[in-house]
C-alpha cells in the first residue's frame, strides 16, 4: 500500500509557501526494468519525487534549497518555456526543468535522472520520439559523469547496465556495445554478467522496447 503525507514546503527561490505530498511507504512486486524503473506501486508515486514551486517555478527534489547563482537560468527563456510546455505532462516537464537546473549546478547525475524520469513520464504517454530525446540526454549525463569518476550508482557495474539500457532505447546500440565489451568479466557480478548478455542480444535483434531485470536473468545465455 501506498501512503503519502501532506507537506508544507517554503520555496528557497521566492519564499512561497506550498503544499506537497511527500511518499511516507510503498511496495514494488515484481522485476524492475533494465534502467531501474520500479514495478508498481512504487512505479506510480513520481509525482512524490520532485517538488514544483507554483509561484516561480523552481523545481527540484527539494524545492527549500536553493543556489542563487541560479537564479539566472530560472528565469531564462528556455526554463520558462520548458516549464510551461503543454506537449508533454506538467509532471515530466516538471522533472525537465529540475534536470536544466541539476545541470546548471553541476549535479550532472542529478540531471541525468531527472531526464531519465521525464523520459519514463512520456513512455507511459507513448510519445516515443520525446521520450527517446530526453532518454538521450539522460544518457550523455550519466556518461559525462562517468567519464568525470563519478559513477551513476556506488555498486560495480551497475553504472554501466543504466547507461547501456538508455543507450539502447534510442538507437545508440553501438556506443551500449563499446561499453558492454570494456567491461572485464573477471571483475563483475555474475548478475551483471547476465544481463549484458541479454542486453547484447536485444542490440543485435535491434529492439528498442521496455524489458525487466528478471526477463535478462531468466533468459538462457
Ligand atoms: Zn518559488
Redesign the pocket.
Known amino acids: 500500500m501506498t501512503t503519502y503525507s501532506e507537506d508544507s514546503v517554503t520555496?528557497g527561490?521566492?519564499g512561497?509557501i506550498f503544499q506537497h505530498c511527500s511518499l511516507n511507504s510503498t511496495n514494488a512486486f515484481g522485476s524492475m526494468d533494465l534502467d531501474t524503473r520500479p514495478p508498481e506501486m512504487q512505479r506510480s508515486t513520481m509525482d512524490a519525487w520532485i517538488q514544483r514551486?507554483p509561484?516561480?517555478g523552481?523545481c527540484s527534489s527539494d524545492a527549500s534549497v536553493f543556489n542563487p547563482d541560479l537564479r539566472d537560468v530560472l528565469s531564462s527563456p528556455s526554463y520558462r518555456a520548458q516549464l510551461a510546455d503543454q506537449s508533454l505532462p506538467q509532471l515530466a516537464a516538471t522533472f525537465a526543468c529540475a534536470g536544466l537546473l541539476y545541470e546548471s549546478n553541476g549535479q550532472i547525475n542529478d540531471a541525468g535522472w531527472a531526464y531519465l524520469h521525464t523520459a519514463w513520464l512520456l513512455d507511459d504517454e507513448l510519445k516515443t520520439a520525446e521520450s527517446a530525446r530526453w532518454r538521450s540526454r539522460a544518457a550523455d549525463a550519466f556518461l559525462g559523469s562517468m567519464k568525470r569518476g563519478t559513477p551513476i550508482v556506488p555498486q560495480p557495474g551497475e553504472s554501466e547496465v543504466i547507461v547501456v539500457d538508455c543507450l539502447r532505447r534510442v538507437g545508440r546500440g553501438d556506443e551500449a556495445l563499446q561499453i558492454i565489451d570494456s567491461m572485464g568479466v573477471a571483475e563483475i557480478p555474475e548478475v551483471i554478467r547476465k544481463v549484458f548478455t541479454y542486453q547484447r542480444g536485444l542490440i543485435q535483434k535491434k529492439d528498442l522496447g521496455c524489458h525487466t531485470v528478471g526477463a535478462a536473468l531468466k533468459h538462457p545465455t
Open positions: 520555496c527561490s521566492c512561497n514551486c509561484s516561480c523552481f
